[in-house]
């Protein structure tokens, strides 16, 4: 079945610093892929994402970068601040009877003031 | 706009006891999503549902059942809770079964004791 694998599990920054965090995915058949910002015991939050004919997709401070021959996607997130501070999960749609979500693992960032 | 309602929002339940968690999707969506988010964990796929017919299924207990009805209300039935059941439980909504959105609902805590 789908697989999502996410890198870092924590990443902590400085304020005003970059954040990256990457997932790749198994499935070849995935074609859309949110990322989430949860913060402690709320729901999910999307915050971008990208359709498997795009490469890349901004929104101001938040990027998002697909490649899908590598099976691999990015989110970036420039001048970070301490609202920032959240775990962050990537996510692929698994292509079959539905459009469910396959989350990786998650990513605590800490953003330092 | 109206959001995805879930209830109750909190549950406290003994092991071997009964829970039935309740979803109402944004107007007009016509999909439902159920996700188990355990402790430190990413949300898992349960069950979904399409024009109240079941559309896919994951990692359910055989304990678990869930239906969805004429007005697109979700039931998620919990029976013999365990203690590994306590978890958050998220409904989510989407607009038919392409690539769209899924709109997620503030979850419900549910605590077995």
């Known amino acids: 079945g789908e697989n999502v694998e996410q890198h870092p599990s924590t990443l902590s920054v400085q304020e005003g610093d970059s954040a990256v965090i990457k997932c790749t995915y198994s499935?070849?058949?995935?074609?859309?892929f949110p990322w989430y910002k949860q913060e402690l015991g709320k729901r999910p939050q999307l915050i971008i994402d990208?359709?498997?004919?795009?490469g890349e997709k901004k929104d101001q401070r938040i990027a998002v970068t697909l490649n899908k021959t590598a099976k691999h996607f990015s989110l970036h997130i420039t001048e970070t601040q301490p609202e920032d501070s959240a775990v962050y999960f990537c996510?692929?749609?698994?292509?079959?009877?539905?459009?469910?979500?396959?989350f990786g693992t998650g990513t605590l960032l800490a953003v330092q003031p | 706009a109206a959001g995805v309602i879930q209830s109750p929002r909190h549950l406290i339940k003994e092991k071997r006891e009964t829970a039935t968690l309740k979803c109402y999707p944004i107007p007009r969506h016509d999909t439902v999503y159920w996700y188990q988010q355990g402790p430190g964990q990413d949300p898992q796929f349960l069950i979904s549902?399409?024009?109240?017919?079941?559309?896919d299924k994951g990692s359910i207990p055989d304990r678990f059942s869930a239906q969805q009805f004429s007005d697109y209300h979700s039931e998620l039935n919990m029976s013999s809770l365990e203690l590994g059941d306590s978890a958050l439980y998220f409904c989510?909504?989407?607009?038919?079964?392409?690539?769209?959105?899924?709109?997620f609902g503030p979850g419900t805590r549910l605590t077995v004791l």
């Open positions: 499935d070849s058949a995935s074609n859309y």
């Open positions: 989510a909504s989407s607009l038919d079964r392409g690539d769209n959105e899924q709109f």
């Open positions: 549902f399409y024009e109240k017919m079941q559309s």
């Open positions: 990208i359709r498997s004919n795009v």
């Open positions: 996510a692929a749609s698994y292509r079959g009877a539905t459009n469910k979500l396959i």
